[in-house]
């Protein structure tokens, strides 16, 4: 069964800061990998989703990596901005094609 | 841009009562889910549904929910007898194929 975790659970930052939030996962037949934002009581927004035969995505400002062999994915976002500052989920889906969710890292950027 | 929409987006409701979730899919996708979200917790797979018929769900979804796909557009998702730990938030999503799921906005659901 896929176990996903999410390194650091909170993390403050000054605006401009470039950060790097993880997400690791136990089984490495994974399908895919996507990543979202959640605003505070808000649905989920897709940020960007990697194939299991790709290594990185980029879209804007957000890079995200997968190392399956180290069962690691990366999410780089480049010069912070307070609008930033939300919960990021990573999903890893497997064989079923059903994500396993992360707890989420809160990221807040301070001005 | 065509989203996921679900209604309502708060539902309060009495224990032991039946509730009915509302989503709209994007239109052209053809796999369609259910997840929750207890407060503080990670998010949950309930179910999957595609080709009018349930194709995962996970052991969450028991007897006390059912999924239905009423017309060509909505997509529900009932629960019989409401206790008061299904209070959560619950999002449908939908995805054109086995990749990238799109997530509405939830609906939150209070059961008192």
């Known amino acids: 069964k896929q176990e996903v975790t999410q390194i650091p659970a909170a993390l403050s930052v000054p605006e401009g800061e470039n950060l790097v939030l993880n997400c690791s996962f136990t089984?490495?037949?994974?399908?895919?990998l996507q990543w979202f934002r959640q605003d505070p009581g808000k649905g989920l927004t897709s940020l960007l989703l990697?194939?299991?035969?790709?290594r990185e995505q980029t879209s804007g400002r957000l890079n995200a990596s997968l190392d399956k062999s180290s069962g690691r994915s990366t999410l780089y976002i480049a010069a912070s901005q307070p609008g930033d500052s939300a919960t990021y989920l990573c999903?890893?889906?497997?064989?079923?094609?059903?994500?396993?969710f992360g707890r989420g890292t809160s990221l807040i950027v301070h001005p | 841009e065509p989203e996921v929409t679900q209604t309502p987006s708060h539902q309060v409701t009495q224990m032991g009562q039946e509730v009915i979730l509302r989503c709209v899919p994007i239109?052209?996708?053809?796999?369609f889910y259910w997840y929750r979200q207890i407060l503080g917790q990670k998010v949950e797979f309930l179910v999957s549904?595609?080709?009018?018929?349930?194709?995962?769900k996970s052991e969450i979804f028991d007897d006390q929910f059912s999924v239905e796909r009423p017309d060509g557009s909505n997509f529900t998702l009932k629960i019989r007898s409401t206790k008061l730990e299904d209070s959560a938030m619950y999002f449908c999503?939908?995805?054109?194929?086995?990749?990238?799921?799109?997530f509405g906005p939830g609906t939150r659901l209070t059961v008192l």
């Open positions: 990697i194939q299991s035969s790709q």
């Open positions: 549904f595609y080709n009018n018929e349930i194709s995962e």
């Open positions: 999903a890893g889906s497997g064989g079923s094609y059903i994500p396993t």
């Open positions: 239109s052209n996708h053809l796999y």
């Open positions: 999503a939908s995805s054109a194929g086995l990749n990238e799921q799109f």
């Open positions: 089984d490495s037949a994974i399908y895919n």
